[in-house]
């Protein structure tokens, strides 16, 4: 199951797919939701998916791997393989990254063409502390360092409090996070053009 947030229409752009991952099952998310809003503001050349099957993939076991992945697995390492680019939403679970998307990184990570590697990814997240959740987005960007895939450098986009930026329908309140998320997406999708060509030499 996925989700299309945000249909790419051109500006004279090479048309750009990134695929949206939270790290949290919560329905009410507020990095689910982060990650909803960093779609609503990408560029217009910049199409949205949204991996919505976290919690289908069974615990990393390499008893699993037979001829083939589990289906769940499959399905997500070929949503992935299919994407220009990544954005990973990150909830901060005691100063690291939720089990799940660890999880999940961990089925990515396996050969054959591991499908993050080579691949920009943009980090984001938001948390209940002080912090936003920065301490677990530096714990995610040593795996996919590990796993060979380019992590957008710079400012952290780590939205502390998270309950008081968000309405209760789970939009960002004010205009300055927004503004905020629409700056890095923008830097994000810049980064993607330049190295897009590097890496397919
Ligand atoms: C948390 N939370 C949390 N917050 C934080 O800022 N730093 C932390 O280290 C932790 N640790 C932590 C551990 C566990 C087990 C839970 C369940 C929660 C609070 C966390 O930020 C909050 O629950 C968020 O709402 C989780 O993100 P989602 O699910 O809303 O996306």
Redesign the pocket.
């Known amino acids: 199951m996925y989700e299309e947030v945000a249909e790419g229409r051109g500006r004279g752009e090479p048309a750009l797919r990134l695929a949206g991952l939270?790290g949290?099952l919560?329905c009410?998310?507020?990095?689910?939701a982060l990650l909803r809003e960093a779609a609503m503001l990408a560029p217009p050349h910049a199409h949205f998916v949204l991996y919505g099957d976290l919690a289908e993939l069974p615990h990393y076991n390499e008893d699993l791997r037979g001829e083939a992945d589990p289906a769940p697995v499959a399905d997500m390492r070929a949503f992935f393989a299919a994407a220009d680019a990544v954005v990973i939403a990150c909830?901060?679970?005691?100063?690291g990254m939720p089990g799940v998307l660890k999880n999940a990184l961990d089925w990515l990570s396996r050969p054959p063409d591991p499908p993050l590697y080579g691949k920009c990814v943009l980090l984001i997240g938001?948390?209940?502390?002080?912090?936003?959740?920065a301490?677990a987005q530096y714990q995610v960007r040593q795996v996919l360092s590990a796993m060979g895939a380019i992590v957008q450098p710079g400012r952290e986009v780590a939205l502390p409090y998270?309950a008081d930026h968000f309405t209760p329908e789970l939009r960002l309140r004010q205009e300055s996070d927004r503004n905020f998320l629409r700056e890095a997406i923008e830097r994000f999708c810049a980064l993607c053009h330049t190295v897009r060509p590097l890496v397919s030499l």
Request: hydrophobic share 25%; aromatic share 8%.
């Open positions: 939270s949290s919560r009410a998310s507020f990095n689910s909830p901060e679970y005691n100063r938001t948390a209940t502390g002080g912090m936003g959740g301490l998270a």
